[in-house]
């Protein structure tokens, strides 16, 4: 049967480390909301599994119980796989084990070892997009692994992030996307700047707070607290600094919020997988000045809809600040509309799925 015409039958296995909508999954959740809104318009049936007090507006959720897994991002590289003891990452794919023959494949959205690993032992395939770049051996050997079995199964955002894996040649790279109409072009800001994630060491906030300190232009921080002991001893470093901390807002609050700065500041010190907020700040008009690392290294269009600067410098985040008037705002929401609109990343993603559908209809 022609299955480009097949609607298929989803399992979105959300991320173990945090309750879906709690902002503390960080990209990934917009990621899987917005895989699974785009597939739902195109006719696709979508369910979710997800630990417990997950929600998604529009979709079943099965709440699995236990105990979230430890971000793989706080690990040492050589750490070995640690499962807690009542495991929400175990329950999920247990219960993914009992429903699958419900559905016609499963989309992993966990950066864990247990999915990879299982991939094998399942009757339906499980397709696996990978949020992170690499960050521990035992997932890079699980990645390796399922790649040299399963190459069709595996997906990323960036070429950036796939080259972090030694093995991975030629990878399947999906970008990301927004609903483009939720935002609004703002085409005059004020004079403030934005700093736009999970407030967390990897996310390097200090350098944008240092840059705010000493341009003088205030800096407005949106983002759940992930380590409230990192975001204290910011405040407690930077008493002076110009910054005002906004929270974590919804979409449509923080468009409106993000829409009137100069720029959005991205200071990774990790290889960020791509930058959602990236293409959030492009579809508001908002230029980014971003570390020439990761996803957003293929985003910014240099002095066009911003500038990347060397990784870790806050002088080249100065130097860029004071240059952000070069850029054009309108071709920065025109880049959004034109490389980030959910259509565009719904033809990958269909793609993607049903190649893995045919794979195994085959073999
Ligand atoms: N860590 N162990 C683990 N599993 C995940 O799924 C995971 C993570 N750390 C961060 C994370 N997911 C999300 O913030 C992604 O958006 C990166």
Redesign the pocket.
Known sequence: MNNEAKKLQLLFAS???AALGSGL?????L?LKNFAEELQRRGHQIKIVAPEGSRLQGFPVKEIEGSL?????TQKRDNPIILPENSVLEQMWDYARTVQDRFDLIVN????WLPFYLTPFFTRPIAHLV??GSLTTAMDRAIAETWRVFPETLAFHSHAQAETFPEIVNPRCLGNAIAIEKYQFCEQPDNTLAWVA?IAPEKALEDAVIASQKTGIPLQIFGKIDRQDYWQQIQDRYPNAPIKYQGFLTTEELQAQLGKCRALLMTPRWIE?FGNVAIEALACGVPIIAYKRGGPREIVREGQTGFLVEPDSVEGLIAAIERIDECDRHACREQAEREYSLKALGDRLEAWLYEIVEARSIT
């Open positions: 991320t173990p480390v999954g960080g990209g990934v959740e990621t897994q430890i971000a793989a991002q959205f966990a950066y864990d949020s992170m999970r997988a």
